[in-house]
């Protein structure tokens, strides 16, 4: 084979396409690479390797393990430009993270996403500071906040959501 | 259409709308409004004097908005019949000329005062002292077919919030189709709206509100070939002008139409392949199209001096009012059905209506004429026959049973059911031209008067039966 | 005196508490009485369930949306990704059957249940529909007469609008933050990239230097354009990339200005007279300066109408 092509074939798209459809990537079928959506997103304009389009026509040939260790996609902003804008009700940005979530459930992902997870399991917080109290104190505020780190028993249900999910099978906790 | 004004045996309605049609091939009634147009049309020579007179300013919708036409208004220069009409909604009565009302006298000259417009006409056509219908005058017509052919609007810049609608550089094709005319605003010269310099850079962007499922899922066919047009007439004439042409794809379907689009880009048309996902202002006014192209796999963008938005075609709500009027069907694109989208391309699902035009379906003029010439055939046939040929398979009232309810009249999707006196008695009557025999009736009669020949109880009964049957 | 459930997610209380205050002092003097959702979490924030597993996400957020029916009021919160993550969540449990019964399903687990009879406001939106521009403008003490004001609204107020109670006008050339700002009476015009994304979120912890770049631009298209005297945002997410993230570009020589960036309701409460040590204390790029402007005796409404 030459080095520069690939084979299609038939079995790769199946599962492609349907792991993203089960993981919230619906519309997967439906784009027909306009590229609408590439062309205002900000993957896209500071150039990682993928954008809403490009990884959506991977999946629709069947590559989808080809990208897993590429971070691209934890660099989506949610932003759902692409949402607004797509002539096909895609959802771009829902396949960008359906993508994300077949990456997690694969151990593919950044340290920095295993840290903000485990905040919010531990403190109920995604974003933590150990030096809150004092800051909070500085700008006259109780140096207690009145949100889940300050109640145990939020916590307790914030931890109960998350132990009965499939997170708890990757074992970061 | 001057053709059509002049031919003896065409009598031509403008300014007219269709209220009520009734009856069935051969023999329909049709009510038509003629709308008051204000001004006398046998004494008005559509010599514009008064347009030049009347004070008021409306958006002129044949221009397609971009300049002003007065509330006295002939609607273009080649219109058919060159006749003015008053707009009455924006008619401001100078001089408290309200219609039906006396003039004042001036006290200086002793003579009447007179609306601008009066004063200004030379024939006499416009006089307020008339009282005037309103509600215009209704004709009734005797006519055996009936060809549908309403047009299409395009959709306006507004609905695309993405491309700056609000920036008056950014235009509907329409749009930029007056601003090139020799009979447009500017008198055919090519201005920036906001600066009225000429521009240097044009993108145009195709498939604005069609091939998008947020408006139009379908694809308007004719955009790709009149952009092409409109940037090929541009380039000719003004070389130096750079032209971006944003495409999803391009295409040209048709004799000699991808020859003309290959021809453009021998010519040094830019063509994008890929759907701008937006629009930014620059400070200078420029326009920041932000696009894709396909070939490249990357963001491209074009500072641009015009975008030219090849929007949408769609039925208007006034013909799908008219649909309703005509007992047509409106398909889930919100055109006119046809009767059978291969064998049937004119015809409707009521006798004696054809459709023409792009109220059926997109299309260009090519395709537009060859459809006319086919609805006019068809619709000549049964004129000059004088008979028709009807299925067997329809509904008939017995009037013994018929206890004169009236529930199949209203059910019938073809208003083919009317009620008569019988020795004083009202009875369904089924108009066997206009029945297609779908059945609703049948099954509506709670007196079981109406049998659909061919679909009997029994005979129905009986093919369950033979299905049923254990083998 | 409308009453609202204060959402604060995690940035706001945790690292930029002087906006918490600001709410706190600016809103119920306008008419906004705020009270705590007492345990409520991260919303949770995109990286983190979001990207996991999309009904624990869902279910984690119902949970919190469950905190304001219980006290009966509508969320009203400022943080962007807090708004977005909310307003979504709301939006696919409302219209997704399937997804109602997982979410109720998992909110039996802990005892609660979503009935859907809380809206979720941003505090822009807040601020717009229930207070307006002109009765803002009643109530400041100092203006910002001349002073120019560059907007930056933030992605998740905008996008999708389909999720969204109160919506701009028209989304990519956004207006409901300029107005607010003009009721302050500065001026803010328009800027080409206004609407662009500041490279703040998942980007900015997934790569630093492509989340600058977009940065960069963005504030070239402020300073170059309209040079402006002060940066106004309506998302801490972006405060933090505005602010910190315009220090890192400083410091490293990649931009030669500095655009001093406040959140919203900050330069409302110090139009409003209010302790900047309180309300505008968390900050990269200097601001003393600007505020003892705004702060000054010249810009005295009174003295000014008088
Ligand atoms: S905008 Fe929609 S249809 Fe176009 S490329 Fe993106 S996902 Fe596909
Ligand atoms: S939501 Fe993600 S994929 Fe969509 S435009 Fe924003 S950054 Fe790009």
New binding site residues.
């Given amino acids: 084979m030459y080095e520069g092509v690939v084979v299609l074939n038939e079995k790769d798209r199946e599962l492609a396409i349907k792991t993203i459809m089960e993981r919230g990537g619906d519309g997967v079928l439906r784009c027909i690479q306009c590229g609408a959506?590439q062309s205002?997103?900000?993957?896209?304009f500071a150039d990682f390797t993928l954008?809403?389009r490009k990884l959506i026509r991977l999946i629709q040939l069947g590559f989808l393990e080809e990208m897993i260790e590429d971070s691209s996609t934890w660099a989506?902003?949610?932003?759902?430009?692409?949402?607004e804008i797509c002539p096909r009700n895609v959802k771009?940005?829902e396949i960008?993270f359906a993508y994300r979530r077949y990456q997690a459930m694969e151990l593919a992902f950044s340290t920095s996403a295993v840290q903000s997870q485990m905040n919010l399991y531990m403190k109920g917080h995604a974003v933590f500071s150990e030096a809150y109290k004092e800051t909070r104190q500085k700008v006259g505020l109780p140096p207690e906040t009145p949100t889940a780190v300050s109640y145990p028993e939020a916590l307790k249900e914030i931890q109960t959501l998350i132990e009965n999910s499939p997170i708890m099978e990757l074992g970061l906790f | 259409m001057v053709q059509v004004s002049t031919n003896p045996n065409i009598e031509l309605l403008t300014y007219s709308e269709v209220e009520s049609v009734e009856g069935f091939v051969g023999n329909f009634k049709v009510k038509v409004r003629k709308k008051q147009t204000w001004v006398d049309w046998t004494k008005c020579t559509g010599c514009g004097e008064c347009m030049e007179k009347c004070p008021v300013k409306v958006p002129n919708e044949f221009n397609a908005g971009l300049d002003h036409r007065p509330a006295i208004y002939i609607q273009f220069p080649q219109a058919v019949p060159k006749k003015a009409v008053i707009d009455i909604d924006n008619c401001i009565n100078c001089a408290g000329r309200k219609f039906g009302t006396e003039p004042k006298i001036s006290k200086r000259t002793g003579k009447p005062i007179l609306a601008p417009c009066e004063r200004a006409c030379g024939t006499g056509a416009v006089n307020r002292s008339l009282n005037l219908d309103p509600n215009g005058e209704i004709v009734e017509l005797d006519v055996g077919t009936i060809v549908v052919a309403t047009g299409f609007k395009v959709m306006e810049k507004d609905w695309f919030k993405e491309y700056a609608p609000h920036h008056p550089d950014v235009m509907t094709a329409l749009q930029f189709e007056r601003l090139l005319s020799a009979t447009g605003p500017t008198g055919g010269k090519l201005v920036r709206p906001s600066t009225n310099q000429k521009p240097k850079v044009i993108s145009f962007i195709s498939c604005v509100g069609s091939r998008d499922v947020r408006y139009h899922s379908y694809c308007s066919r004719v955009c790709c070939m009149y952009l092409i047009k409109q940037a090929k007439l541009i380039k000719s004439k003004y070389p130096d002008i750079e032209i971006y042409m944003h495409f999803m794809d391009v295409r040209t379907p048709g004799k000699d139409f991808d020859e003309y689009y290959t021809s453009a880009i021998e010519m040094g048309i830019n063509i994008v392949r890929g759907k701008p996902g937006g629009i930014e202002v620059l400070p200078d006014g420029r326009l920041r199209v932000m696009a894709y192209d396909a070939g490249l796999g990357k963001n491209v963008e074009v500072h641009a001096d015009m975008v030219i938005l090849a929007t949408a075609m769609e039925v208007p709500e006034s013909a799908k009012k008219l649909a309703s009027t005509l007992s047509l069907t409106i398909d889930a694109s919100g055109f006119f059905k046809e009767l059978h989208p291969k064998l049937k391309p004119v015809e409707t699902a009521v006798e004696g209506i054809y459709l023409a035009g792009c109220c059926q379906g997109p299309k260009d003029i090519p395709d537009t004429v060859s459809q006319a010439k086919g609805a006019a055939a068809v619709a000549a046939v049964p004129l000059a026959r004088g008979k028709v040929v009807i299925e067997p398979t329809i509904s008939e009232v017995n009037q013994e049973k018929c206890s004169g309810c009236g529930l199949c009249v209203a059910v019938c999707p073809y208003n083919a059911i009317s009620l008569e006196l019988v020795n004083d008695r009202p009875r369904a009557k089924i108009a066997p031209t206009a029945c297609k025999g779908c059945g609703v009736c049948t099954s509506t009669c709670p007196s079981e008067a109406i049998v659909l020949h061919g679909f009997t109880d029994k005979q129905i009964e009986a093919q369950v039966e033979a299905l049923t049957m254990p083998v | 005196m409308k009453t609202m459930g204060l959402f604060l997610g995690c940035n706001i209380p945790l690292k930029l508490p002087d906006i918490e205050q600001s709410f706190r002092k600016a809103l119920p003097e306008l008419g906004i009485d705020l009270v705590d959702l007492e345990g409520a979490s991260c919303c949770p924030s995109w990286g983190t369930l979001p990207s996991f597993d999309l009904p624990t996400w869902l279910a984690v957020s119902a949970r919190n949306i469950t905190l304001a029916e219980a006290k009966d009021v509508d969320v009203v919160t400022g943080c962007n990704s807090c708004f977005g993550i909310l307003a979504e969540t709301k939006h696919i449990i409302e219209h997704d059957e399937e997804y109602r019964k997982a979410v109720q399903e998992k909110l039996a687990l802990i005892n609660r249940e979503y009935k859907g009879t809380s809206q979720v406001y941003h505090v822009l939106h807040a601020l717009y529909k229930f207070v307006g521009p002109e009765k803002i403008n009643e109530k400041i003490k100092y203006t910002l007469k001349q002073l120019t004001i560059a907007i930056q609204v933030g992605?998740h107020a905008l996008w999708p609008s389909k999720v969204m109670a109160i919506k701009e006008p028209n989304p990519f050339f956004p207006t409901i933050l300029k107005e607010l700002c003009e009721a302050l009476e500065a001026d803010v015009p328009h800027y080409s990239r206004i609407e662009a994304?500041c490279g703040m979120g998942g980007m900015r912890s997934t790569n630093m230097e492509k989340s600058l770049g977009l940065l960069k631009e963005k504030l070239i298209s402020i300073k170059e354009e309209i040079d402006a005297d002060m940066i106004v945002v309506g998302c801490s997410s972006c405060y933090l990339q505005m602010d910190g993230g315009q220090k890192i570009l400083r410091d490293r020589g990649e931009i030669d200005f500095e655009i001093p960036v406040f959140y919203y309701t900050q330069l409302l409460a110090l139009c409003m007279g209010f302790d900047p040590k309180q309300v505008a204390a968390i900050n990269e790029i200097p601001r003393e300066e600007i505020i003892a402007r705004i702060q000054s005796e010249e810009r005295l409404k009174e003295k000014q109408e008088g």
């Fill in positions: 959506c205002t997103c900000p993957m896209a954008n809403p989506c902003q949610a932003c759902n430009r692409c949402v771009p940005f960008v | 992605c994304c």
